[in-house]
Structure formats: structure tokens, C-alpha cells
């Protein structure tokens, strides 16, 4: 009896997988779809993902009145959710957190004209900040499949930062190390631009890596403008290596194939 009760409980299983299957089979016409093929009407192997996380880390490094791209690296924590309903346009909303430094031996420190002899500014040759942005992007896919997908994008943000000297002292606070007059704030607007590539895998996992300038619209990452010699705003390239996590995605329905004798 017990072996019985198994064997119809097991049948009543593989009835319940294939019942989807089987209405969808009975909607069709047999004369257009005949000895179809059960793989072709739900393929498993290739998901349609609609929406990825992505966590990872990168390496940043910045342009600025100290120093050039490359010549210091720091890293940051990154993560997005990316919205893949379109094939040609998508969206995401980026996060970072994390740090970004420069330095000058020998900087040549540039004078400003002041009218005081007694307090002459003393420029940071050295600056260690934090950096926290947070942005909207646009994604223009210039290939994509199901797995695999090149793009461009650019977005619209802010970013926070907060330039501290050797010691860990607030340089923002610190007057002297600027031209007379010069104050800032430690928020300002970004517009990130970036190059990335994506692959994933059968399970709708993938790894991807992208770079981004994100071109604030400051001169202060460093904590000095008019006493540098670069001419126009501080930026940040940063290169981030990211995890895909697939949080909603669905099956890639197929129409049936049709045999061989149907085609001919």
C-alpha cells in the first residue's frame, strides 16, 4: 500500500511541472505546430533578466591641482540596481563610498595678488578625502544580448567630499591654505560619464567592469583653486570591477519548432 501511495504521489508531482506546458500546448493549433518539441517552448538555459544589483569595488584616482591621473590610487565601495526592460536604452541608480587622494612634492605654488603683506597663503601639498556620490544614469546599450552587452552612459548626481591633510585636520576649515576670500562647500553636482561590458551567466549571475569619469562641477576635491596652476574643475576616474545579481527575470519563451517534413 505504502509503495502504491509513493508511486501516485510522485506521478501527481510531474503532472503538476508539466500542466503549464500542456494548456499552453492545447491553445495551439496542431496542424500549424505538429510533433513539436516539449525544450523549444520554454528555454531554460537563456533568462531574461529585468533588473540587476550589482555590488563591487573599484579603484579611483584623480586629476586635480596635485597630481594626475595615476600617479595615486584609492578605492571605493560601489553598488546599482540596473533596470534591463529596454534593448537599446536602460536606467540605473549608482551609489559609492569610499576615498580618493593626491599629492605634490614640489608643487609650484602659484601667489595670488593680495593687498596684505603680513598673511601670505600656504597651498596643501597633500589631500586625503572621502567620497560619497550618488547618481541616475542612463545606459545606451551599443550591444546587447541575452548574455553579453557593451555600453555607454551618462548621468546626473551629486557627490560629497571632504579634503582632510596629513594629519586627519579638516582643510576646509583651514583659510590659509587658500586665497583670500576663497570659501566652498563639500557638496556639488556630477555628471558622471562611463564605458563598461557585462556577461552573464546561464543563471542570470555575471560579472562586469566599467569606467567612469565623474566630472563634478568643483575645484575643490584638493581644497585649492586659485592658487594652482591647473586651469578648470577636479575630476575622478574611477575603474570598478562588479558582481551581477539577477533580482527579477523571467523564462525566454519560444515558439515551437517545426519538424523537418513541415518545412519542406
Not at 545579481?245 to 519548432?257: D, F, M, N, T
Amino acid at each position: 500500500m505504502k509503495f502504491v501511495t509513493k508511486h501516485i504521489f510522485i506521478g501527481l508531482f510531474f503532472a503538476c511541472l508539466h500542466s503549464p506546458i500542456l494548456l499552453w500546448s492545447q491553445q495551439q493549433d496542431p496542424a500549424t505546430f505538429p510533433n513539436f518539441q516539449w525544450d523549444s517552448i520554454v528555454n531554460l538555459s537563456v533568462p531574461k533578466v529585468k533588473l540587476l544589483w550589482e555590488i563591487g569595488i573599484s579603484a579611483n584616482t584623480y586629476q586635480g591641482d596635485l597630481s594626475a591621473y595615476g600617479n595615486q590610487w584609492a578605492s571605493s565601495f560601489q553598488t546599482s540596481l540596473t533596470f534591463r526592460k529596454k534593448r537599446r536604452i536602460n536606467s540605473r541608480l549608482a551609489l559609492g563610498a569610499g576615498f580618493m587622494t593626491g599629492e605634490s612634492g614640489n608643487f609650484d605654488l602659484f601667489i595670488a595678488p593680495t593687498t596684505s603683506t603680513t598673511t601670505t597663503p600656504q597651498a596643501n601639498t597633500y589631500f586625503r578625502t572621502s567620497l560619497i556620490h550618488l547618481h541616475y544614469e542612463l545606459i545606451i546599450n551599443l550591444w546587447k544580448t541575452r548574455r553579453f552587452f557593451v555600453y555607454l552612459s551618462q548621468g546626473i548626481g551629486l557627490i560629497r567630499f571632504e579634503p582632510r591633510d596629513q594629519n586627519g585636520g579638516n582643510l576646509q576649515a583651514q583659510r590659509a591654505t587658500r586665497a583670500r576670500g576663497e570659501e566652498y562647500g563639500n557638496t556639488s553636482v556630477c555628471f558622471p560619464t562611463g564605458l563598461g561590458i557585462g556577461y552573464l551567466l546561464r543563471n542570470g549571475y555575471g560579472i562586469g567592469i566599467q569606467s567612469v569619469w565623474m566630472n563634478p562641477l568643483t575645484d575643490y576635491l584638493d581644497n585649492i583653486s586659485r592658487l594652482g596652476r591647473t586651469a578648470g574643475n577636479d575630476n575622478v576616474w574611477t575603474t570598478k570591477v562588479m558582481i551581477f545579481i539577477p533580482l527579477q527575470k523571467s523564462l525566454s519563451l519560444q515558439p515551437p519548432k517545426k519538424s523537418k517534413e513541415q518545412v519542406h
